[in-house]
């Protein structure tokens, strides 16, 4: 498929890693029905550019490309008060010359401070031009849209980044991660049985799928819900993967039994850590030296460990685990992970 038709920024050196975890399975296997537990492979999109980067990073080489061809000079956009996508952006911003404004929507009443570490400590030493904080279930579309008509009254252009990057546009960073993974799996000889990812705001699993799907690789993908059980996940990923066919014309329907989601591991409620992400944190950086975060990623390991431990998996299956990033939120959690808190399960 190609993607060059696309306006592109490139914010990476190259393909990130894709590594087989020993220890890790190893690990895991005893955790599993017979000691046999799957075999693990990671893609490390924690090391994509715009550091400490993420997913966000690929979803906002074609976002920004977008912006700066609409004559932008501001990106506004909207996240959770520890937003990786939000920290993310704004690092494009600088890193552009742009300006850059969020909206912060407060899931958990009174969760932003302005003085707080992790991504907020980020957002002000990166020089965010201004944060509007709303409560939890505002109307964010349109208080995003109510600061570019402020900048407008300005002489300014603002350009909306919608939440997570997750358009048919963002969705496009995983396509490119799809053909990545392909040329990857070609060269170092490795058949993946399965992927095993986070699903949020949908662009990473959508956008993906639609890259599977647009260059016929046969590989199902298990999305964990971070904020969604599947009855509310499912339809909005197959809604993302659906726009970013079209965008491709890729001129196909996205099979709805495609979309696979599983819930129950991301209560008590978004961002809120739990005992099994702990589990998972402390059991991916004891044996591999890698670093998870509490409000994705570990969440998203907890249930690939979940279902193992359940026999979801075939014995010696070979799954692909995408590390999506996430890093600096772990310091805002460090008492949780280090298993000094009593968490529910
Ligand atoms: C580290 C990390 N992983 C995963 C996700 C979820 O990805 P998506 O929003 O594309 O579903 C996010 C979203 O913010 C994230 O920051």
Redesign the pocket.
């Given at each position: 498929m190609d993607l060059s038709r696309f306006p592109r920024r490139r914010y990476s050196a190259g393909p990130t890693p894709l590594d087989y975890l020993p220890r890790f399975t190893q690990a895991l296997a005893a955790l599993c029905p017979n000691g046999q537990g799957p075999r693990i492979w990671i893609k490390r999109d924690d090391m994509l550019g715009l550091f400490p980067g993420?997913?966000?990073t690929r979803k906002l080489e074609f976002l920004v490309a977008d912006a700066l061809a609409a004559g932008a000079d501001t990106l506004v956009t909207c996240?959770a008060p520890q937003?990786?996508?939000c920290r993310i952006t704004l690092a494009a911003a600088v890193k552009e010359g742009l300006k850059c404004r969020f909206v912060i929507e407060e899931r958990v009443p009174n969760s932003f401070h302005e003085d707080a570490s992790g991504n907020q400590f980020m957002f002000r030493l990166m020089g965010v031009e201004a944060i509007t904080v709303v409560p939890g279930g505002s109307n964010v579309a349109q208080a995003m849209q109510q600061v570019v008509d402020e900048l407008a009254a300005q002489g300014r252009k603002g350009y909306i980044v919608p939440g997570?990057g997750?358009n048919a546009l963002g969705g496009l960073g995983y396509v490119a991660c799809a053909q990545e993974l392909q040329q990857q799996f070609f060269d170092q000889g490795v058949q993946i049985d399965r992927v095993v990812l986070?699903?949020?705001?949908?662009?990473?699993?959508g956008g993906l799928l639609a890259g599977f799907l647009g260059n016929r690789i046969q590989i199902p993908i298990v999305g964990i819900g971070?904020s969604r059980d599947p009855a509310d996940q499912e339809p909005l990923v197959h809604r993302e993967a659906q726009a970013v066919a079209d965008l491709l014309g890729l001129d196909l329907v996205v099979p709805r039994e495609s979309v696979l989601s599983v819930g129950g591991y991301w209560q008590p409620k978004y961002s809120v850590p739990n005992a099994r992400m702990v589990e998972a944190v402390q059991l991916l950086a004891r044996t591999e030296g890698i670093l998870l975060?509490p409000v994705?990623?570990g969440k998203a390991m907890a249930g690939l460990i979940g279902l193992a431990r359940e026999g979801f998996f075939k014995p010696d299956e070979k799954l692909l685990f995408l590390h999506?990033?996430?890093l600096p939120a772990l310091n805002m959690y460090e008492r949780e992970v280090l298993g000094q808190v009593d968490l529910p399960a």
């Open positions: 993420g997913n966000k996240g937003s990786n996508h997570g997750s986070c699903s949020g705001s949908s662009g990473t699993h971070v975060d994705y990623t999506t990033g996430g």
